[in-house]
C-alpha cells in the first residue's frame, strides 16, 4: 500500500480516532509469526534474550490472557514488524508528528473463552516520558470478528478527557464496565474484524478493549505503542 494517507483518512481518524487497513501485510509472513508465538510463550527466544516482561507462564489457566512485552528484542522476525518503516510513517502522519519511536511492543494471545480486555484509554500509561501520548498499531496473527475477541473502539471517544488507568485489565465479560458512564454510552461500538494482513491504528486516548474470545481458537495479535520521537524519559517515573 502508499506510504502517504489521503486527506479522507486523515480527517476520518483525525474526527474517528481509528483507522483500519486491510491487507497491509502479506497473511504468510504473520502466519510464520503465529507459529514463532508459541516458542515465545515457552521461553524459547532465538536471540537468546528475554522479552522485558513475562506475564503468564505454564502452571495459569488458558483462559488468563498471555502477554509478552517488547518481543522485539526476543527474535528478529518479530523485530522487522514492529520496527516497520510503513507503519512509523503512518503512525507519524496520523498523529502529525515529525517522527515516532518505540515506546513498547505486547505480543498478546488470548485462548479459547478466555480473555476480556478492560476497556481502557492507553494514553493513561504514558506517564514515564514527556509527551504522556501514543498511537497504538494493532496486528492481529489470526483472523480476528467479533466472536473472538476481536479489538473494540469507541468511535469518536479519543475526543473525551482522559481517564485514569484503569485498575483490572483483564476483566473477562465484565470489560466493558468502565465505559457505563453517561459520557460514554453515546459513542458508537466499532468492531475491527478482518482476515490475517488486517491492521488498526488508534488514537491514545480512544476507549478500547476486547470481549471474552466465544471461539474454539486462540486469538493472537502484536500491539506496537509509538510515541513522539521527541520523547524523553520522566526522571519520576
Known amino acids: ?12 481518524f483525525k474526527k474517528k480516532g481509528y483507522l483500519i487497513f ?3 501485510f502479506n497473511s504468510e509472513k504473520l502466519k510464520k509469526l503465529k507459529k514463532i508465538s508459541s516458542d515465545l510463550f515457552n521461553k524459547n527466544y532465538s536471540t537468546g534474550i528475554a522479552p522485558d516482561r513475562i506475564k503468564w507462564n505454564s ?3 488458558n483462559k488468563i490472557p498471555r502477554q509478552l512485552c517488547n518481543v522485539w528484542k526476543a527474535d528478529k522476525n518479530f523485530m522487522k514488524i514492529i520496527t516497520d518503516k510503513k507503519i512509523a510513517k503512518l503512525a507519524s502522519q496520523l498523529m502529525g508528528w515529525k517522527g515516532v519511536r518505540l515506546g513498547q511492543d505486547s505480543l498478546i494471545w488470548i485462548g479459547a473463552k478466555g480473555g476480556g480486555i478492560t476497556m481502557h484509554q492507553d494514553d493513561s500509561y504514558q506517564d514515564w516520558h514527556s509527551s504522556n501520548k501514543t498511537i497504538t498499531c494493532s496486528i492481529p496473527l489470526t483472523d480476528v470478528n467479533k466472536n473472538n475477541s476481536a479489538l473494540q473502539f469507541l468511535e469518536g471517544s479519543h475526543l473525551n478527557k482522559r481517564s485514569k488507568p484503569v485498575r483490572k485489565f483483564f476483566s473477562g465479560n ?3 464496565h468502565t465505559v ?10 466499532i468492531i475491527a474484524e ?10 491514545g486516548n480512544l476507549w478500547h478493549g476486547s470481549n471474552v474470545n466465544n471461539s474454539s481458537r486462540k ?10 520521537k521527541n520523547s524523553k524519559f520522566k526522571k519520576k517515573n
Open 1 to 12: 500500500m502508499k506510504k502517504t494517507l489521503s486527506d479522507e483518512q486523515k480527517i476520518f
Open 219 to 228: 486469538r493472537i495479535s502484536i500491539v506496537i505503542h509509538l510515541i513522539p
Open 174 to 176: 465484565k470489560f466493558e
Open 180 to 189: 457505563k458512564k453517561d459520557n460514554l454510552k453515546k459513542f458508537k461500538k
Open 22 to 24: 486491510k491487507n497491509f
Open 59 to 61: 502452571s495459569m489457566s
Open 194 to 203: 478482518g482476515k490475517v494482513g488486517v491492521i488498526s491504528f488508534h488514537h
